[in-house]
């Protein structure tokens, strides 16, 4: 019996043939036919649900390749600091949430990037912390880079006399360790909304960005009780380090019994995710050409190629792909002579993750190795400015190339992100990003990298699905695969870029069960 009919659309079905279709049949939790009002109407049964179109459009579900969203689910649990613009409206935030803590309980904010997002260009330090929390153990990750009060540096052992509390690397990951787990419950909780917050942008799948054991298994837990709303692939961080510190040896041990396996389309394992440098926007990115501003400064490596070799070699050995966070150019070289080395063929592909700065001879030598990219544009939409400042106008004008990379590696070898929380989760203003090369002022930067309306979607779509090997399944509409789909206020083909800019989600589907529905369509 038929369980659910879409009719009246514009159904962009990304098929091998690119077919648009009027109506859409679901059965079972796959799509069971596509085509005319008049075919697909006469599947409906009694009990089908019949939803009418009006002409609006629909696309297969959305892929994000690279977002931490675990991170939408943490609003009342930790810190949120969107739309902070002064460092005392951030203490303020701070403050609030410690309020409804117990004495010497942790403050935890959620990724944030002061130094561009307040007035003050920096963060608050670690008396400023004590001040605003009570004197409670505060830990405000930054995504590469964190700040911790007085008493969150004594828990991790680290003397406080004479620091501000701001981490980098090891004495961060020092400061993360002892902050205590959140429980099953708490943890089952956050991840549910998390997915709902992805629905409502009609994301159906997501590769999350660096998952440790707890959360990969929270979530295999929650497809095992049937209440998540996203397929996940996960790229794991066995140490919960992206860069781990521990002997290879222990790293061995650690990774020797394989990916954990996938669960019936919901639960994939990409690979373990690891880190070579920095980032563009800090200016850090590990770089060939030394940086503008600093006579010499080629940016930060966080690990070498011996050590980088070790780690990749003991997970290909054991059967994991791996994904390594790399920005700059010299970064990307390390990676891919690492990715050569090491290479087991008979994995999914390595991943260059970010590689926002990559040229146009890594390009040709990752289609060579059949190395894949998960690139995010919206780096571009909100920090021109500051990456410009860092390297310069032309190598800015030539970060995030997705149409050389698009040429270079295949529409399968490229997917779109975003990196959330980093940046927006807003797919539709990042495919508009990916087309125009716009920024958030309204500003051209690398214009002749634009991709054309048709490869975004695919990007957010096909892509997403052949990045985690599952192209005859997902990606797509037409009978057989996973009934994932997204209805939209907007044609994201066909409308004006402000409306594409614009665009709402008014319904998505995973699996063939309605996860998100604004009522619009009833």
């Not at 992805?198 to 799948?205: A, H, K, M, V």
């Not at 990752?366 to 410009?388: D, K, S």
């Not at 979607?457 to 052949?466: D, N, Q, V, W």
């Amino acid at each position: 019996m038929t369980d659910l009919v879409l009719l009246g659309g514009r159904v962009h079905t990304l098929d091998a043939r690119g077919t648009v279709a009027e109506a859409v049949a679901v059965t079972g939790g796959r799509v069971s036919a596509v085509g005319s009002d008049a075919d697909v109407a006469r599947l409906a049964g009694p009990s089908t649900r019949v939803v009418r179109l009006a002409g609006r459009a629909v696309v297969p579900g959305l892929n994000d390749s690279h977002c931490h969203f675990e991170n939408a689910g943490m609003d009342g649990h930790t810190v949120s600091f969107a739309g902070v613009r002064t460092l005392d409206a951030a203490l303020d935030r701070i403050a609030a949430l410690a309020a409804t803590r117990e004495p010497g309980a942790w403050v935890q904010g959620q990724p944030w990037n002061p130094a561009l997002q307040l007035a003050e260009g920096r963060g608050p330090d670690r008396r400023e912390l004590d001040r605003a929390a009570g004197g409670r153990p505060v830990y405000l990750p930054e995504g590469h880079a964190a700040t911790a009060s007085t008493a969150a540096l004594e828990r991790a052992g680290i003397r406080p006399d004479g620091h501000d509390g701001r981490l980098v690397e090891g004495a961060m990951h020092a400061v993360a360790r002892v902050i205590p787990e959140w429980t099953r419950e708490e943890r089952a909780a956050q991840l549910t909304t998390a997915m709902r917050v992805l629905n409502r942008s009609g994301i159906t799948s997501v590769v999350a960005g660096a998952l440790p054991p707890g959360d990969v298994e929270a979530v295999r837990g929650l497809i095992k009780d049937g209440r998540s709303t996203v397929r996940v692939a996960a790229m794991v961080t066995p140490t919960g380090e992206l860069n781990p510190s521990v002997p290879l040896a222990d790293w061995e041990a650690l990774v020797a019994c394989g990916p954990p396996a996938p669960i019936g389309g919901h639960y994939v394992t990409r690979g373990i995710k690891l880190q070579v440098d920095g980032g563009m926007t800090l200016g850090t990115a590990a770089m060939r050409e030394p940086y503008l501003t600093r006579p010499g400064y080629h940016g930060e490596m966080v690990t070498d190629r011996d050590r980088l070799a070790g780690l990749v070699g003991a997970a290909h050995r054991a059967g994991w792909p791996v994904g390594t966070h790399v920005v700059g150019d010299a970064a990307i070289d390390v990676a891919l002579d690492v990715y050569a080395a090491t290479r087991n063929r008979r994995l999914l592909p390595d991943v260059l993750i970010h590689a926002s700065l990559i040229r146009p001879d890594q390009i040709a030598r990752a289609r060579t190795l059949g190395v894949q990219v998960a690139a995010q544009m919206p780096f571009l939409w909100r920090n021109r400015a500051a990456i410009a400042g860092h390297l310069g106008g032309a190598r800015t004008e030539a970060a995030v190339p997705l149409r050389d990379l698009v040429d270079g590696l295949g529409l399968d070898g490229v997917s779109a992100g975003t990196d959330y929380p980093i940046n927006a989760l807003d797919p539709f203003q990042n495919i508009y990003a990916m087309t125009t090369r716009r920024d958030a002022a309204g500003d051209v930067v690398g214009g002749a990298q634009g991709v054309t309306r048709s490869e975004a979607l695919r990007l957010y779509t096909t892509s997403g699905a052949a990045h985690t090997g599952e192209q005859e399944v997902k990606g797509r509409l037409d009978a057989g695969a996973f009934a994932d789909l997204t209805v939209l206020d907007a044609d994201p083909l066909t409308a004006p870029d402000d409306r594409l800019r614009a665009t709402e989600v008014l319904m998505t589907v995973v699996d063939g069960q309605i996860v998100h529905d604004t009522g619009l369509l009833d």
